[in-house]
């Protein structure tokens, strides 16, 4: 599985939570926070790998 289907599945596994957290479930609000801060530490990922990829096509 690529980085962006990985992202992917995050956020859809977390939609759930989500709309608990929106409900006022401060449980689900915390997993959601962690699940947000993985996406964004993976999206850091993709970027980087994005670059990598750009810049060894420019060599």
Do not use: P
């Not at 289907?5 to 929106?22: C, L, P, T, W």
């Not at 689900?28 to 699940?35: H, S």
């Amino acid at each position: 599985m690529d980085l962006l289907d990985q992202m992917a599945q995050m956020v859809e596994s977390v939609r759930e939570d989500y709309g608990k957290a929106k409900g006022g479930n401060k449980a689900a609000g915390t997993r959601v926070r962690k699940t947000m801060q993985d996406v964004k530490k993976l999206a850091q990922e993709i970027r980087q790998e994005m670059l990598e990829s750009r810049d060894s096509e420019g060599s």
